[in-house]
């Protein structure tokens, strides 16, 4: 349980092709993991993300807590049985919302206390209550959690939040008891490389089964992802699956493949379908733009997803001009079929040992020449 096996490395850049078994199937990487906070990626069924290849989702410790409660959940079977998904699922552990909602919280060393933004009553959250939360829920992965700060933050403010957050790592290992959940460490520091350094030496001390890159996607410029991640790169443990936390464009997520990373999630591809963006190669289309009325061909022309087998871009701009859910729910169907089927096109040129051609992240613009 929880073993990961790496099966290609690309001969001229650090990416890799692995497998990482779970209680509820296998996840192959490098892969994108569609983001469904409340139990539900938006808008779209169980069986639907089963067609667009998905195989581990997320959900969000912090938000069940809220709605409808981890006892209703843990009542009904676990989340996989709750929401009607018998693949692996992921649980954020409330962390990224010590960042997100901060003008409703109050952070020390015990947790945060939150104020429901529902009807708000004070939510406490510590480290225990976390991990006893995503126990509670059954999910195949569980984060730590992490104090995630904000950019722009001074290297004191960001030193702060690393010692918290090694503080609450030790609470989450000595209270996390599932042997059928793995538990995966999160490396934070900021853009400061001594920072980054020292957390990813202690995160890594406690052995766990995976490890994430947090605190990015936080306001920083692109670039100082990328510089966070190839700076780490080398230190990285090898034998645990890598997560880049909340990035999911098609360049991103090739730089840091490229840079030995395994995992990614992203709200991007359903955020941009419900408002009526589709994601086709390297653009950006704006279904409601009145060059798709007849418009006859399918969406994009290289893509087998059902939608772009059933549906023309003409009935697909019919149906957001005229606000029908069916046209947001195709959308983001798209969307993530669109990464994922990018992921695996980057394992399958890591195996070809033709990543380095294929998708050329370092090069100047997007991607130079890829075959997905």
């Not at 069940?64 to 079977?77: A, C, D, N, R």
């Not at 999910?139 to 702060?160: G, I, K, N, Y």
């Not at 999911?248 to 997520?253: A, D, K, L, V, Y």
């Not at 069916?326 to 033709?354: E, V």
Request: aromatic content about 8%; proline content about 5%; some cysteine.
């Amino acid at each position: 349980m929880f073993d990961f096996q790496i099966h290609s490395n690309c001969s001229n850049t650090n990416a890799r092709v692995g497998s990482f078994s779970t209680p509820h199937g296998i996840v192959n990487t490098p892969r994108f993991m569609p983001v469904g906070t409340l139990g539900t990626v938006k808008g779209i069924s169980s069986t639907q993300l089963r067609e667009t290849n998905a195989q581990m989702i997320l959900a969000n410790t912090y938000h069940l807590h809220l709605q409808p409660g981890e006892k209703i959940i843990k009542e009904s079977g676990g989340l996989h049985n709750f929401m009607s998904w018998d693949q692996p699922i992921l649980t954020d552990s409330g962390g990224y919302q010590v960042f997100s909602l901060a003008r409703l919280n109050k952070i020390d060393d015990f947790g945060v206390s939150f104020k429901n933004p529902r009807d708000g009553r004070t939510v406490e959250l510590t480290p225990e209550k976390a991990i006893q939360i995503q126990m509670d829920l059954g999910s195949d992965v569980a984060m730590a959690f992490d104090q995630c700060p904000p950019h722009p933050a001074t290297e004191v403010e960001v030193e702060e939040a690393c010692r918290r957050t090694h503080h609450w790592l030790e609470k989450c290992v000595a209270c996390h008891s599932r042997k059928d959940q793995a538990l995966f460490g999160i490396v934070q520091g900021g853009c400061f490389p001594k920072l980054r350094k020292q957390s990813l030496q202690i995160v890594s001390s406690f052995g766990l089964k995976g490890i994430a890159i947090g605190g990015v996607s936080v306001g920083e410029p692109i670039q100082e992802i990328h510089k966070i991640v190839r700076y780490l790169q080398p230190m990285l443990p090898k034998g645990v699956p890598r997560y880049l936390m909340g990035i999911g464009t098609i360049r991103e997520m090739a730089i840091a493949v490229a840079n030995g990373i395994d995992l990614f999630d992203c709200v991007l591809p359903t955020r941009l379908g419900r408002h009526g963006t589709a994601l086709v190669r390297d653009e950006r289309w704006n279904l409601r733009n009145a060059s798709f009325r007849n418009d006859y061909e399918p969406l994009d022309t290289t893509c087998s997803c059902e939608v772009c087998k059933h549906y023309t871009r003409a009935y697909l701009h019919h149906l957001i001009r005229n606000d029908e859910l069916l046209g947001l729910t195709l959308l983001s169907l798209h969307n993530i079929s669109h990464l994922i089927r990018f992921s695996r096109s980057m394992a399958l040129a890591i195996q070809d040992n033709c990543f380095s051609e294929d998708f050329a992240p370092w090069q100047k613009g997007s991607i130079a020449r890829h075959t997905w």
